[in-house]
C-alpha cells in the first residue's frame, strides 16, 4: 500500500511541474478551456481548465453538471473579470489604511479576508500596475495575484442550506478533475 501511495505522489509531483511548464504528463502543450454552466439552484458558473484533451474535458465536467440538475449554457454575461491580487497584511495594517493609496493607483475595491489578508481588485490589466504601488508604499509581500471571475451584484441568487450542500458537492466533483484550475 505504501509503494502504491509513493507512486500516486511522484504521478502528482511530475503532473504540477508538468503543468508549470504548460505541458501535460505527455509532453503535449496544454490549452485553456473555458466551461460555462447553471448549476442546480439556478446558479452562474464559469469553469477553467488546462488540459490536452479538451473534447474529454468538456464531455466529463457536462456528464457531472448535467447529472446534478444543471446544464452547460453561457453565463459569462452574469460575471466581471477582474485582477484580484492577496497581500500578506503588516502588524497594524487594515484594508482602510490601505483604500486611498490602492484607489489612487487604480485599485476598484480593497478588503480582507477570512486569513487577515488584503484582497485588492483591479481591472484586468492593472495588476501588475497596483500590485506594485501598494508594494512600493507599504513594502506589503504579495500572497498571490490571479484573474477572477466575480458574480455581477445584481445576479446573485439566495440559496438554502439544502441546495448549498447539493451544490457543494457538485462544485466538489467539478474540482476533482485534475485539468479543473477554478471555479466561480
Known amino acids: 500500500a ?28 496544454l490549452e485553456t478551456l473555458t466551461i460555462e454552466a447553471m448549476l442546480p439552484s439556478s446558479v452562474a458558473a464559469i469553469i477553467e481548465c488546462q488540459t490536452d484533451q479538451k473534447a474529454r474535458v468538456l464531455q466529463d465536467i457536462r456528464f457531472i453538471i448535467n447529472k446534478h440538475g444543471g446544464t452547460v449554457t453561457p453565463t459569462g454575461y452574469l ?15 487594515s484594508a482602510d489604511d490601505v483604500l486611498d ?3 489612487e493607483a487604480g485599485a476598484l475595491d480593497v478588503d480582507t479576508n477570512d486569513d487577515d489578508q488584503i484582497v485588492v481588485d483591479t481591472g484586468p490589466s492593472e495588476v ?9 508604499a507599504f513594502g506589503f509581500s504579495i500572497e498571490r495575484s490571479s484573474m477572477v471571475h466575480v458574480p455581477k451584484p445584481e445576479t446573485t441568487v ?5 441546495d448549498a450542500r447539493a451544490l457543494a458537492n457538485v ?3 467539478i474540482e476533482e478533475d485534475p485539468s479543473v484550475q477554478g471555479v466561480y
Do not use: C, P, W, Y
Open 2 to 29: 505504501n509503494a502504491k501511495r509513493g507512486a500516486l505522489s511522484k504521478t502528482s509531483i511530475e503532473s504540477a511541474i508538468a503543468k508549470g511548464q504548460g505541458k501535460s504528463v505527455s509532453g503535449a502543450a
Open 171 to 173: 462544485i466538489a466533483l
Open 101 to 103: 493609496e490602492a484607489v
Open 158 to 162: 439566495s440559496v438554502g442550506d439544502e
Open 128 to 136: 501588475s500596475n497596483v500590485a506594485q504601488k501598494l508594494v512600493d
Open 79 to 93: 460575471f466581471e473579470k477582474k485582477g484580484r491580487i492577496v497581500f500578506q497584511k503588516k502588524e497594524g495594517t
